[in-house]
């Protein structure tokens, strides 16, 4: 990845946080991550040019590395719509995507140019993905030297090896990565180059509808079929889909607004980017989205996760040490210094204890049999949701506060599985609720979300239960947005995704959401005509990982939602900084976008 000079980008990491700021601002449509200005980078990975004093922020140098190219493979410039009476050149490629929907010029498209080469692309045509697919299709990200966490290549795995001669883990320091985070797949550039690039197939043919997924409450009279942006799977025929989209009344504008006014909480006078928080939000219009294979994939993945939740409710889900055998927690009744053995994993420990002593006042779980201790941290990213009813996390106490204490099950229709027995077994609580489970109700305890929004009620609008399902987390969220992404999603043309509308980096590149309208409207953007949008969606949550560290474990907490027991993670900066709960989810699937707001900030100055 070059500056616009063309020389080499250098990451910097962490290590030169002197108030950068990021160039990728000055381009049309702004910084990805929202960045305007300097001193707005704290804990931002951080990539640079010395000789031209140029940086870019993570999320800009990974747009940029993933961006479709000229065909001698220089990078094409965002020109807006400043410049009109220019020529799509993807018509030569295949057919312009937006003539295609029946634009007849180019003049409201936006631009992406390669200068030395005189070639153009509109929107469509741009976006369209030339990724290379991962063994299972879904595409491949280029994330160059952004995440070097000493990842292995696992084209050493396919016939005749990696291309590089990669063996193992640690041996790719300076080697560009391509990953698909659903499948925690890895390829070096050149086993990446060698893989061949997808097959869409024939033309498509339209959708065959299945009447009993789609909500009652569609206006299928608004439907039509566009071509399916979201790769298909291999074995499945290439289909259009059906979009539609529905302008919300003026009393369902006026319950909008008592959603976002019910729901904004001013913490701070300025954001993470230093910009003036609004005292309002004034919503001025929105529309229903019905987009029916976003809904149909939304609901299947509901199905998927539900299946999963009753799994686990069946069988729990129980620490083990390395070679299988039960932890059992000590609470802090056994502080000798003892030192958390995830240190020596891949990851590390995820308390970052490097050794002996450094763990007092911390609960620990132990295999006498192996010599093996788990810091509470580490025991929890390997074990199922730990959160009460109400979303707060459950502390395993051990048998250390044996007070005549009761297992809250033993109250409820489900029944405690030790029949409220509870003298000498381990103790698992939330002091904010006084709740409080045994060790066999622990192990099979699904966590809930407390959703404010799902609590709202207003005077002419509900939002709809179909859909909803309390025992897999479906809750509705708030989620930020840029104008381009809104306008591309009221055209059917674009699916939230981690590294679409509004891409997060502190958890890892995610769908980021909020409870709050004031947590999202900092992701969001301003138009030309001073309006931003703000999406309402459904999220399946599914089994939530909590997480309340200042400076998470992004690698460890990825990896359990992707490949453990875990669906979503809560990152609870409300705890940890006095801010917001955010949410995030690292499959698109687990997110429908239903709604899309139209709204301006006001401030009570003027």
């Known amino acids: 990845m070059a500056c616009l000079q063309n020389h080499f980008l250098e990451s910097m990491g962490l290590t030169m946080d002197n108030g950068w700021g990021c160039d990728g601002s000055k381009a049309p449509g702004g910084c990805r991550s929202g960045l305007t200005g300097f001193n707005q980078s704290q804990g931002m990975k951080r990539f640079r040019c010395k000789t031209c004093d140029y940086d870019l922020c993570e999320e800009c140098y990974l747009e940029r590395l993933n961006s479709r190219r000229c065909p001698k493979g220089h990078v094409l410039a965002p020109l807006g719509t400043s410049r009109p009476g220019w020529h799509c050149d993807g018509e030569n490629e295949g057919g312009c995507k937006s003539i295609a929907r029946g634009f007849e010029c180019t003049k409201t498209l936006n631009r992406f140019r390669c200068e030395q080469c005189d070639y153009d692309l509109c929107e469509r045509c741009y976006e369209t993905s030339l990724a290379k697919p991962c063994d299972r299709g879904h595409p491949m990200t280029l994330l160059g030297l952004a995440r070097d966490n000493g990842w292995g290549c696992d084209g050493r795995s396919q016939p005749g090896g990696c291309k590089r001669g990669i063996t193992g883990f640690r041996q790719t320091k300076g080697i560009h990565r391509f990953r698909c985070e659903v499948c925690d797949f890895d390829l070096c550039d050149r086993c990446y180059e060698a893989r061949p690039v997808a097959d869409r197939g024939p033309a498509a043919k339209p959708m065959t509808v299945n009447s009993e997924l789609i909500p009652g409450y569609w206006d299928m009279k608004v439907m039509k079929d566009i071509e ?6 291999p074995e499945e025929e290439n289909v259009l889909n059906k979009f539609g989209k529905v302008e919300l009344t003026e009393s369902e504008l006026a319950s909008i607004q008592q959603i976002f006014d019910a729901s904004h909480k001013k913490v701070y006078t300025r954001d993470r980017k230093g910009t003036k928080v609004p005292d309002k939000l004034l919503v001025k219009c929105a529309y229903r989205i019905q987009n029916l294979q976003n809904w149909t994939e939304f609901v299947r993945k509901q199905s998927s996760i539900r299946e999963q939740i009753d799994k686990l409710k069946e069988t729990g889900n129980k620490g083990v040490c390395r070679n299988g055998h039960e932890l059992s927690p000590l609470g802090t009744s056994k502080d000798n210094g003892w030192a958390c053995d995830g240190r020596d994993e891949e990851a590390g420990c995820a308390s970052r204890i490097t050794g002996f002593r450094q763990t007092k006042g911390m609960n620990r779980f132990r295999c006498e049999r192996c010599d093996f201790d788990y810091c509470e941290k580490c025991y929890l990213l390997r074990t199922g949701a730990k959160l009460c009813l109400k979303g707060h996390p459950l502390v395993p106490l051990g048998t250390t506060r044996d007070n005549g204490w009761n297992c809250d099950n033993s109250r409820m229709s489900i029944g405690c ?93 995610g769908i980021y959401m909020a409870e709050s309208c004031s947590k999202s409207d900092e ?84």
């Not at 399916?228 to 799977?233: D, R």
């Not at 399902?469 to 009221?490: K, Q, R, S, Y």
């Not at 309006?531 to 460890?556: F, H, K, Q, T, W």
Request: proline share 2%.
């Open 228 to 233: 399916m942006l979201k790769g298909l799977a």
């Open 417 to 509: 599985m030790r029949e409220n027995k509870t003298k000498g077994i381990n103790r698992y609580r939330c002091w904010e609720c006084d709740f409080d489970l045994c060790d066999l109700c622990f192990q099979r305890h699904i966590g809930h979300v407390n959703n404010s929004i799902d609590n709202l009620k207003t005077s002419s609008m509900e939002l709809h239960s179909e859909g909803s399902d309390p025992l897999t987390n479906t809750v509705w969220l708030f989620h930020g947005t840029n104008d381009e992404a809104a306008a591309l999603i009221t055209r059917g043309d674009f699916l939230v995704d981690k590294a679409g509308s509004n891409a997060g980096t502190l958890y890892g590149r």
């Open 523 to 606: 992701y969001s953007k301003e138009n030309s005509e001073g309006l931003r949008c703000m999406l309402i969606c459904r999220a399946v949550l599914g089994n939530v990982l909590y997480c309340d560290e200042v400076a998470p474990n992004v690698d460890s907490l990825v990896r359990q939602c992707l490949h453990g027991n875990y669906h979503s993670l809560l990152g609870d900066r409300e705890k940890c900084r006095g801010t917001f709960r955010e949410f995030i989810v690292y499959d698109d699937d687990q997110v429908y976008p239903e709604i899309a707001v139209w709204y301006e900030r006001l401030y009570d100055d003027g």
